[in-house]
């Protein structure tokens, strides 16, 4: 759903960059690599999908693969920077005197609290079955990697930071939800920094999380049973689908209007 929800995403993060005199959005190129015959197959008959298609730039040069079987440099990608956007977000709201750290008490109009509480909330049961998934990612130092482009491949993913160092993910762990990082998690993500940047790097951050899913990495939203409203099931695409679903769901609650029965919770939990 790219097509439906980026440029939305996009044109919403402009508009909040303008407001808070800050850099958010950093567009860059990403390179997606095979590394085997099957996976390299795959590839190029996805890319060669119409929906596909669009955000396939061309297929990389040999010389730019080092030690890989075959790539396409995909458009439209970058990284999101959510840590300035919620810091500075909060720091916008308190200069308002309209943000609180704890838990909101609803005196009145039960109705309108919008239960956005995430992984924490599916894992705790309250919104019924869920899928969530943990995962780790590394902040590292790297001064002799490419800066200029995202790398995805050998089941993972390497992001510039900028300043010689890198973001990299990330494991899936259905069983254990703790937001522990774990032995287990470094060692892989360890391969994938050596596959996809080298072998000499330092680790600066090695942090775990819930990604928080319901179907697939598909949102979900709509009224609750017992009152309230939900916006849930972000899964590992958090960036790309706020902001079209928050605007789906004001819609929803101000006007009436439901979204397509798709991101309807109501009609998922029947088909369940
Ligand atoms: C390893 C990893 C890699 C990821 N990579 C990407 C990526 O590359 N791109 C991307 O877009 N997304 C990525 N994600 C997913 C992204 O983090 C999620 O989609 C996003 O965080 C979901 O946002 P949310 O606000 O719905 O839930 P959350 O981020 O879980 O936030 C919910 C918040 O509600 C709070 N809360 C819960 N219960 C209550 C309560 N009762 N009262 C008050 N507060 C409460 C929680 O403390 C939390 O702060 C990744 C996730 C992981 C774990």
Redesign the pocket.
Known sequence: MIGEFLPEALEFYRCIEERLGVVLWHPMPIMRLAGNDDEWAKMRAKAARADVEVWVDRELAKQEIDGWLGGFEIRGGGRFDVGSFVDRSREFFQARGIYRKD?IRFDRDEMARVW??????LVSGRHGESRCA????LTVRATEWDEARIRVGAGGWLVPLGEGCFKL??TYEWERLDMEPSEAGLERLRRIATKLGGANFEIIAHEA????ILRRSEPLIGPMSEGGWM??G???????Y?PGMARRLATWMLDGKGPEEHFDIGAFRKRL
Not at 116 to 121: I, S
Not at 134 to 137: D, L, S, V
Not at 234 to 240: I, Q, R
């Open positions: 838990e956005c509480d995430g992984a924490a909330g943990k995962g780790e990612i993910g990330s999380g819930v990604r928080p916006f849930n972000l899964g590992s695409k958090g960036s790309l706020a």
